[in-house]
């Protein structure tokens, strides 16, 4: 794999500079005089948001244990399927999550497998310990899933069901996994686009521990609270990672 290099990128209008003249000359000739108007795409956009259903639902809780418990926090003002939505999109966010770490264990090994500098160095680490690092987030990428999954069972709830927002963040977040495993990305690139995930992640559980104690649901909000913890640490070393590889003295084999 190519790290990042000086090449023969054309992509920039300085490289065509006459072109670019010629273009400006044409624009300045046949350019409407007044700025466009969108008032037709944008009522049109309109109308598909006011006839459009709902992304999906929240399914009913599947047992009569979650019934009862649903149905007892519904008599006290309590909307347990907000809750539970939530649930359903960190379930979603988490998977996703060792899976992308899965995904980027691989493009280290091969890496430091085919020579080794193209990954490094990241501060005073090792190659084994990066390794060792990343396997440990995975892990607790994992115990999050089935931390949540648990809870989700408990609420009466399905882990296996695709809630709304478990759609909406798989759709947001489907970039980072293409980032991840393109084969041409470096491992730098690839960290770059875990931040993305790990404060996108960060953010989400602590919306879910003001949830989960808005709803009296005091022992879960301490098991999201020591997911949390657990969250920090992770964007604190892939920031630091990211950090030292921008840094890098040798950028152009480490970046
Ligand atoms: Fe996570
Ligand atoms: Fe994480």
Same mark, same amino acid.
């Given at each position: 794999?190519?790290?990042?290099?000086?090449?023969?990128?054309?992509?920039?209008?300085?490289?065509?500079? $006459?072109?670019?003249?010629?273009?400006?000359?044409?624009?300045?000739?046949?350019?409407?005089?007044?700025?466009?108007?969108?008032?037709?795409?944008?009522?049109?956009?309109?109308?598909?948001?006011?006839?459009?259903?709902?992304?999906?639902?929240?399914?009913?809780?599947?047992?009569?244990?979650?019934?009862?418990?649903?149905?007892?926090?519904?008599?006290?003002?309590?909307?347990?399927?907000?809750?539970?939505?939530?649930?359903?999109?960190?379930?979603?966010?988490?998977?996703?999550?060792?899976?992308?770490?899965?995904?980027?264990?691989?493009?280290?090994?091969?890496?430091?497998?085919?020579?080794?500098?193209?990954?490094?160095?990241?501060?005073?680490?090792?190659?084994?310990?990066?390794?060792?690092?990343? $396997?440990?987030?995975?892990?607790?990428?994992?115990?999050?899933?089935?931390?949540?999954?648990?809870?989700?069972?408990?609420?009466?709830?399905?882990?296996?069901?695709?809630?709304?927002?478990?759609?909406?963040?798989?759709?947001?977040?489907?970039?980072?996994?293409?980032?991840?495993?393109?084969?041409?990305?470096?491992?730098?690139?690839?960290?770059?686009?875990?931040?993305?995930?790990?404060?996108?992640?960060?953010?989400?559980?602590?919306?879910?521990?003001?949830?989960?104690?808005?709803?009296?649901?005091?022992?879960?909000?301490?098991?999201?609270?020591?997911?949390?913890?657990?969250?920090?640490?992770?964007?604190?070393?892939?920031?630091?990672?990211?950090?030292?590889?921008?840094?890098?003295?040798?950028?152009?084999?480490?970046?």
């Amino acid at each position: 794999m190519q790290a990042t290099t000086t090449g023969s990128n054309r992509t920039g209008a300085a490289t065509a500079a $006459q072109r670019v003249r010629e273009m400006l000359d044409a624009n300045e000739r046949w350019a409407p005089k007044t700025l466009p108007d969108t008032s037709l795409a944008e009522a049109d956009r309109s109308l598909y948001i006011a006839d459009s259903d709902a992304i999906g639902s929240i399914p009913p809780p599947a047992t009569i244990q979650g019934v009862l418990k649903t149905g007892i926090h519904k008599l006290m003002g309590e909307r347990p399927e907000m809750l539970m939505d939530k649930i359903g999109e960190r379930i979603a966010f988490e998977r996703s999550g060792t899976r992308l770490y899965d995904a980027l264990i691989v493009k280290y090994r091969t890496l430091v497998d085919a020579g080794g500098d193209a990954a490094l160095p990241l501060a005073e680490d090792s190659n084994a310990d990066v390794l060792a690092a990343l $396997q440990e987030i995975r892990l607790e990428e994992h115990e999050h899933f089935l931390m949540l999954c648990e809870v989700m069972r408990s609420m009466g709830g399905d882990p296996t069901a695709q809630t709304p927002c478990a759609a909406v963040i798989a759709t947001a977040s489907m970039g980072l996994m293409q980032v991840v495993t393109d084969p041409r990305t470096t491992f730098a690139q690839s960290l770059n686009a875990m931040l993305t995930a790990e404060l996108t992640d960060n953010a989400g559980w602590e919306l879910l521990i003001t949830m989960a104690q808005d709803a009296g649901e005091n022992d879960m909000a301490e098991r999201f609270e020591a997911a949390l913890a657990d969250e920090e640490r992770h964007l604190a070393t892939v920031r630091a990672w990211v950090q030292a590889l921008a840094l890098a003295s040798k950028a152009t084999t480490a970046a």
